[in-house]
């Protein structure tokens, strides 16, 4: 396998091939924060959260460390005003879904967040994709996927699967970077009040 030099914070790194941003930056233990992201799962990049500064081949740009692939004499940067004030607004609005997530708080303080910019939800979710990923990649079950697309996007548990699955499991509910409590509320609600027949518009997307 071909090694990849490249700069990350004005500091070189050796890389694989094929090695992620974010998987670089680690092995000089620079922080780059994420909530979509786990090492048992494939690269999503849903939260944007770690967003950093890539300039290759002349040209700059804006990209996330977890799905970008490392590139040849590579030039990244962590942090700017440009991306802090870009990790700053997706905090604001992932805490109007989950205003005391510990995990957002904690980035709100580095960030100079403001918990109260945008209108609060009525969902802890902030559609990161980790108890979907997990369920289908790891577990193999299937359980829970997405609905709907847009503002109305959501997770949901299909009965007939977890009523089965899930009951003695609940691998998925530690994963949550906001609150186990919402995965807990759509797996009782998919169990014990299952909709009186599938909608046909509204099937579980494959990732």
Known sequence: ???????????????????????????????????????????????????????????????????????????????????????????????????????LTELAREYGADKDRFEKQSSFCILCGLCVRYCTEVRKKNAIGFYDRGATREIRFIPEIAAEACRECKACFHLCPTSYLQAAYHLTEAIGFPPPSPCKEQKPQEL
Request: aromatic share 2%.
């Open 1 to 103: 396998m071909s090694k990849i030099h490249l700069l990350i914070d004005g500091k070189e790194v050796e890389a694989e091939e094929g090695m992620t941003i974010l998987d670089a930056a680690r092995r000089l233990d620079i922080h780059i924060p994420t909530l979509c992201h786990h090492p048992e799962l494939t690269p999503y990049g849903a939260c944007r959260i770690c967003v950093v500064e890539i300039e290759a081949g002349g040209r700059k740009a804006l990209g996330a460390a977890c799905v970008r692939p490392v590139d040849q004499d590579m030039i990244v940067k962590t942090r700017t005003a440009q991306i802090d004030e870009i990790r700053k607004i997706l905090v604001e609005q992932f805490l109007a879904h989950a205003p005391d997530a510990e995990v």
